[in-house]
């Protein structure tokens, strides 16, 4: 069986300063990650996902994320913080047809 | 492109009472699933279906029913509710099929708000 810990509930950043939001894992089998984010009163959006190429995976809105198997993280960093990027942001874990999402990582920008 | 729609957004029910969530997707994607998602526990999966005529409990399918009624279309079904399934209801397809490596792309609807008094 596969998990997944986000380990901050909650992170905040100051606008231009880097982000950096932790996910941790554990699972049975080869897996794929994925990083999702949710906008207020929205639905969820893939950000990025590893699906065992690259360890170093780009997504969009300037967001990456390294998977390290020896760690078991897929931490999501981003260089420089937007005020568009406060939002929700879920971390998945998926071993072939389950799917397990984290309890979510708040991030907040501050101006 | 609607992609994901589901109806109502919102919806207040007294304890006991039924109601149905609906969903329809215009991606053709083969699989459909209803997750709630509930402060501080992340989105946890009802119940999903892999392909019409199918449908898989989740994680947490007490309480619910569901019913694949063509590829487009997945509805989630409360027959009597209560307090504990006051939450956000989420719809999501994906192209996976069974047999296949799930690659994990969801596409969302923009949830469903449920309050049960």
């Known amino acids: 069986a596969q998990s997944v810990t986000q380990l901050d509930s909650h992170v905040s950043v100051s606008e231009g300063t880097p982000v950096l939001l932790r996910c941790n894992y554990s699972s049975s089998y080869s897996p794929s990650l994925f990083w999702y984010v949710q906008h207020p009163n929205k639905g969820l959006q893939l950000l990025l996902k590893?699906?065992?190429?690259?360890?170093l995976v780009k997504g969009i809105n300037g967001f990456e994320a390294e998977f390290k198997k020896s760690e078991t993280s897929f931490h999501l960093t981003k260089p420089s913080a937007h005020m568009s990027d406060a939002a929700e942001y879920f971390c998945v874990v998926s071993d072939y047809s389950n799917m397990r999402f984290g309890a979510g990582t708040r991030l907040t920008v501050k101006p | 492109n609607a992609g994901v729609t589901q109806t109502p957004k919102f919806q207040v029910l007294k304890t006991g009472q039924s109601m149905t969530l609906q969903c329809a997707q215009d991606m053709n994607h083969n699989s459909m699933y209803w997750y709630r998602q509930d402060p501080g526990m992340g989105l946890r999966l009802i119940y999903y279906?892999?392909?019409?005529?199918?449908?898989d409990k989740g994680e947490v399918p007490n309480g619910y029913n569901v019913s694949r009624l063509n590829k487009r279309e997945f509805s989630l079904r409360l027959e009597s509710a209560a307090p504990s399934q006051t939450s956000v209801y989420f719809c999501?397809?994906?192209?996976?099929?069974?047999?296949?490596?799930?690659?994990?792309?969801?596409?969302f609807g923009e949830g469903s708000r449920l309050t049960v008094l």
């Open positions: 279906s892999a392909s019409e005529g199918t449908t």
């Open positions: 590893y699906t065992s190429a690259a360890t």
């Open positions: 999501a397809s994906s192209p996976w099929s069974r047999g296949e490596s799930n690659t994990g792309e969801l596409f």
